[in-house]
C-alpha cells in the first residue's frame, strides 16, 4: 500500500524558495499571485498487509520525513480521502 | 483563493532523494519500507476573483514550477476534492 506524507513549513517560518518563487511567477507576468508556499511530497511504498500503516507513517514522519520544530506534516493512506 | 500543486517525477525517472530516504528509513527500523518518492508541494496564493485560475495555475506550472520532461503536476483548488 502506499502512504502521502505532505510537509509544509509551520505558518510564520520564513520560506525563502516560496518567495524565490514567487518573485519568479510575478517576473513571468502572473501579478495575481500573493504569495507562494513551497513544502514537500513524499510517496511511501509499504510492505505488509497495512495494519497500523497510520501510526508507523506518522512515526517516520516524526523521526526522519519532518522537522516537527518548523513543519507541519499530514499523513494519507491511498484510497482514502484527502 | 489557494491552489495547491504537486509535482511528482514521471514513473520510470531515477529519484536519489527518494531512495536516500528509503536507506535511512530501513535503517531506522523501519523494514515495510518498499521505496520512496519525493516530490513537491507548492501553495499558490490567488488575488482576484479567482475566474480561470485553474488554467492560470496549469500555465505556471508548464512555465516555472514543473520541468514537463521529466515531472508530472496536478493542480487542486481549495475547496475541491482531492
Known amino acids: 500500500m502506499k502512504a502521502i ?6 505558518r510564520g517560518v520564513l520560506d525563502p524558495q516560496g ?3 514567487a518573485g519568479g511567477l510575478k517576473s513571468l507576468g502572473f501579478d495575481e ?3 507562494v508556499r513551497v513544502g514537500k511530497h513524499i510517496e511511501v ?3 505488509g498487509d497495512g495494519a497500523q500503516a497510520r501510526e508507523r507513517v506518522t512515526e ?3 523521526k526522519l520525513l519532518a522537522n516537527p520544530v518548523i513543519e507541519d506534516f499530514s499523513v494519507r493512506l491511498e484510497g482514502e480521502g484527502a
Do not use: D, F, S, Y
Not at 5 to 10: D, G
Open 33 to 35: 499571485v500573493r504569495g
Open 19 to 21: 518567495q524565490a518563487v
Open 5 to 10: 506524507v505532505t510537509v509544509t513549513l509551520k
Open 45 to 47: 511504498e509499504l510492505g
Open 60 to 62: 517516520m514522519c516524526k
